[in-house]
């Protein structure tokens, strides 16, 4: 797998994905199941940069459009923002919340340099491990983890 695989091509960072984080860590999958029951089967994702007929990520509209558009990323497109982007970002998911956000600043500095930022903002800082947009503690550690609902609340006065 690419680096790129874990570049959303919305802006998100598929590395924080849930289905993705099961599909490459099976030991996530299983402390995935604890938390949250049952794993749906269809929840398989490599990234939406390295989709194959089985990943969940082929239905995405944001998927689609980036090929109709015949762009790699939303930003790349010449209508970004469009209606599309404005409606993810604003609808009722919170990990959706920073898309627009993210994808200009991963076209500001370049989609290595932002997976490296996303990388370390979705690692645990105090023991490393990768967590999802959900998690509320690191599964390796237990510490306390700044998940995607903290990011979406305004900052405290």
């Given amino acids: 797998m690419k680096e790129i695989d874990r570049a959303g091509k919305c802006g998100l960072y598929c590395g924080a994905c849930p289905f993705y984080r099961a599909t490459v860590d099976p030991t996530f999958k299983e402390r995935y199941e604890?938390?949250?029951?049952?794993?749906?089967?269809?929840?398989?994702?490599?990234?939406?940069?390295?989709?194959?007929?089985?990943?969940?990520?082929?239905?995405?509209?944001?998927?689609?459009?980036?090929?109709?558009?015949?762009?790699?990323?939303?930003?790349?497109?010449?209508?970004?923002?469009?209606?599309?982007?404005?409606?993810?970002?604003?609808?009722?998911?919170?990990?959706?919340?920073?898309?627009?956000?993210e994808s200009k600043r991963m076209k500001e500095i370049g989609c290595k340099t932002w997976l490296t930022e996303q990388e370390k903002r979705w690692s645990c800082s105090k023991c490393g491990e990768p967590f999802a947009w959900y998690s509320k503690t690191c599964h390796q550690c237990g510490e306390q983890v700044f998940n995607c609902v903290a990011e979406d609340q305004p900052p405290k006065k």
């Avoid at 989709?51 to 689609?64: A, F, K, M």
């Avoid at 790699?72 to 010449?78: D, E, I, N, Q």
């Avoid at 970002?89 to 990990?95: I, N, R, W, Y």
């Fill in 34 to 101: 604890k938390e949250y029951g049952k794993w749906e089967e269809e929840g398989y994702c490599l990234g939406c940069s390295n989709l194959d007929e089985r990943s969940w990520g082929n239905e995405c509209e944001i998927v689609q459009c980036t090929k109709n558009q015949n762009v790699k990323f939303c930003h790349a497109c010449s209508l970004f923002p469009c209606k599309k982007i404005e409606d993810f970002s604003t609808d009722e998911c919170p990990h959706h919340h920073t898309a627009i956000k």
